[in-house]
């Protein structure tokens, strides 16, 4: 029977941060023991938005050696860039066809990320959720692991999927379930509880990179946006004040323990004391990953050749897909 299948993505859009880990990477790791994953570096994605031509293959090299530095395996997992994979975007124009615009206007990522600027943003922006339904469905992939922020696209998907199975009636299609899992689905600005940590941010001290060294990482952590009053001594509490629960939320993850126990372990105390404790953790979790990501990317070949062999890993995967979707649309070409 075929094992279900994950694919997931993350954008070379910048330096990778706490978010990007604790909501999905470290999750990936986690999820190669029980499914088939494909992990894609989704280099269309993140040309919704200016890309310095001369760095984006390096930050999509700088992806695959997170991937990798996290704990993934490149060898039994496909690890490819979304863009050397044709059928993402046949797919995807054909899933154009079929989501609607009133879908796609309620997008809320959209709608954050063009702010006052909507006349202005690049189309791909708006229609990049039709995009990732692509990314997922073109491996018929059963589950997504994603942040919370995703999870309205990963509706759209499904959405998507459901149409395109009733329109030509048909179950090609699975419905995929989106994965979000652990403490911290979402991980907030360290400036603002309110704001989702971000690559795009362009405050440096609002999230913590992957890349960040001892001394950035304490210092970040320091700065971070509290209250004045002792930590909190309840869920309830915690609850109405974002950024106090962001990192309680950051540290029961970072522990893999409930953030119920976390608070339970600080009730009362000073913020002083948790933030210490919280910038050791931290380091003990991402100075291996950023050490091992530096070695990494000293080997270009190396990662070169594990995106090749990936690429060809998904090709496979994906062209009878989109020969099956082609001929149930009926987009017979020459034949
Ligand atoms: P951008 O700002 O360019 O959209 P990003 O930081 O949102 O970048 P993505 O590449 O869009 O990163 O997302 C990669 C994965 O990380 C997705 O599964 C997304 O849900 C997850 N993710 C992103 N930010 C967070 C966050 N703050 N907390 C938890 N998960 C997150
Ligand atoms: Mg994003």
Redesign the pocket.
């Known amino acids: 029977m075929l094992k279900n299948r994950i694919l ?4 070379p ?2 330096d ?5 880990y ?4 470290k999750n990936f790791v986690t999820l190669q023991k029980e499914y088939e994953c494909f992990f894609c570096v ?1 280099d269309l ?2 040309i919704t ?1 200016w890309q310095d031509p001369t760095k984006l293959a390096q930050k999509t090299r700088e992806v695959t050696a997170a991937f990798i530095a996290s704990g993934i395996d490149p060898e039994k997992n496909t690890l490819f860039a979304q863009s050397q994979v044709p059928q993402h975007s046949q797919l995807a124009w054909i899933f154009n066809c079929v989501a609607r615009m009133g879908w796609l206007n309620r997008m809320t ?1 959209f709608k954050d ?1 063009a702010g006052k600027d909507r006349e202005n943003v690049s189309v791909g922006l708006f229609s990049y959720p039709t995009l990732m339904a692509a990314d997922i469905l073109v491996y018929l992939a059963t589950h997504v ?6 999870k309205q696209h990963l509706e759209l998907t499904r959405d998507i999927a459901q149409k395109f199975n009733n329109d030509f009636n048909t179950n090609f299609f699975p419905i995929p379930e989106p994965l979000i899992l652990g403490e ?5 600005s360290l400036r603002d509880g309110t704001k ?6 362009p405050s440096d001290y609002s999230r913590i990179m992957l890349s960040d060294d001892k001394d950035k990482i304490i210092k970040k952590i320091k700065k971070a946006k509290t209250d004045p009053l002792p930590l909190p001594s309840s869920i309830e509490e915690a609850e109405k004040r974002p950024e106090s629960l962001n990192l309680l939320n950051i540290y029961a993850a970072l522990s893999d323990t409930e953030t119920k126990k976390i608070i339970n372990n600080y009730a009362g105390k000073e913020f002083s004391k948790f933030k210490n404790d919280l910038a050791d953790l931290s380091i003990e979790i991402i100075a291996p990953i950023s050490l091992e990501m530096k070695k990494l990317m000293q080997d270009r070949v190396y990662l070169d050749d594990i995106m090749k062999a990936g690429k060809t890993k998904a090709i496979k995967a994906a062209e009878p897909v989109l020969s099956k979707v082609y001929e149930i649309v009926g987009l017979s070409g020459e034949k």
């Open positions: 997931s993505g993350v954008q859009s910048g990778l941060h706490l978010g990007n604790l909501g999905a990477i989704v994605h993140a938005v990522q990320k692991p994603v942040g919370e922020d995703q911290a689905t979402r991980v907030m989702k940590m971000s690559k795009s941010d």
